[in-house]
């Protein structure tokens, strides 16, 4: 069988190279040409752990290819997926459908006996009809069904979760695209991954229902957190005593700044406008976008509080600047809201990040990129933990105050010990966990 991955980005590329690892023969095609040209160079033009060895073994073996001709890939393909991105439509935050539409067109016009067409891309209920209604006015006469399978892997993990996921939701009423994408995810269903066949549309929504259930469950927990604060509870036990629910469960009840990446933000938008344009609103998710914007601005007052209220020239050291660990990923990060407004109130921002910096510099004017933790803390006014990386958890508290000019830690991800912290004479900020009583 072979496949045409339309859109070589996160989701196309790792989904195409762990395709082309289940046995097919996979085209990545893509319409930037210099990201092919890195790609046919041996290049990852992401960070994403495993992922390069992962491709250079596939297209070793001739498995996977990548191209710009998305003629001759779709042609050649028994199914031909549609990754392509589907951010936020700038003004009115509907999902911008436009290159999944535009894709749609440009497949519709050389496909080449019968083939699957299917949406991987988050796309909104009602997508799947529309790609079908744009290719059968393109070619009436082609053979050919529209289904949806989205795509539940997270970056960072993203090998695993394509190898191993809880579920892989397949959308379509028509019996031979069925089959056809059973037998693509046949070597899961043989690990006896649950394959749920759906309507369509029920395929559509379960991928936004599902990303606006874990940004709830996130704006839950950081909403606990200031409770915690204001209350004097802890929010990593009270976290602890909901996960052991077997009804909630651990996941996603980790505090933080807020929920950023490039799905959470733009998925909830999207679904909260699809609800209310259908007549039945989510007021849920209405309620966490807005707390979850208002938090990235509270965390901002959060550490101009721990500098006294007195940020004007002061230096503050950030470590960390994706949305999450493990990527290089800055669409939507919490830093893009936080540190502007530290730059405002006049400090001077130096920050560190082990994937991210060279994105990030594009985004962040003004803020100081600095080569290591070390470089980033030393002589610094107030050392902030903005994303969880693992190499920031092994800094020793004693050698922060050494290196700080001031003793002052914001910790928005709490990777440090409240204790550890104040026994070493730091004044520590986590989110939601009291300090230790002084001795
Ligand atoms: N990133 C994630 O973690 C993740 C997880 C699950 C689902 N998704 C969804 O998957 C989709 C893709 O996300 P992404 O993060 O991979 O996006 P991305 O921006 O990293 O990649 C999209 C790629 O598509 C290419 N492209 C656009 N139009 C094209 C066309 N007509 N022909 C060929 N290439 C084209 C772009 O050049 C780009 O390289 C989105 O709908 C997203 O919501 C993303």
Partial sequence: M?????????????????FAEFGFDVTCVDKDGDKIARLNAGEIPIF??????????????????????LAGAVKAA?????????????????????????????IATVLDGYTVVVTKSTVPVGTGREVERI???????????????PEFLREGSAIGDFMRPDRVVIGTEAERAREVLGRLYRPLFLLETPILFTRR????????????????????????????EAVGADVSDVARGMGLDGRIGAKFLHPGPGYGGSCFPKDTLALAKTARDAGAPVTIVENVIAANDARKHAMAQKVVAALDGDPKGKTVAVLGVTFKPNTDDMRESPAL????????????????????MKEAAKLLPGVDFVADMDSAIK????????TEWNEFRSLDPEKINAALKSPVVVDLRNVFAPGEMTAAGIRYASIGRPPPPRK
């Fill in 78 to 106: 028994d199914v031909v997926f549609i990754a392509v991105g589907t951010p936020s439509r700038r003004g009115d935050g509907y999902a911008d459908l436009s290159y999944v539409y535009a894709a749609a067109a440009e």
């Fill in 337 to 356: 809201d936080i540190l502007p407004a530290l730059l405002s109130a006049g400090v001077h921002v130096r920050a560190y990040d082990p994937e991210g």
């Fill in 2 to 18: 072979r496949i045409a991955m339309i859109g070589s980005g996160y989701v196309g590329l790792v989904s195409g190279a762990c």
């Fill in 379 to 386: 002589g610094a006014d107030c050392l902030v933990v903005l």
């Fill in 201 to 228: 549309e029920t395929a559509e929504l379960i991928k936004y229902a599902t990303n606006a259930f874990l940004a709830t469950k996130i704006t839950y927990i950081n909403q606990m957190a200031d409770l915690c």
């Fill in 48 to 69: 994403e752990p495993g992922l390069d060895a992962l491709v250079a073994e596939n297209c070793e073996r001739k498995r996977l290819v990548f191209s710009t001709d």
């Fill in 135 to 149: 290719i059968r006015e393109t070619r009436p006469d082609a053979d050919f069904d529209v289904a949806s399978n």
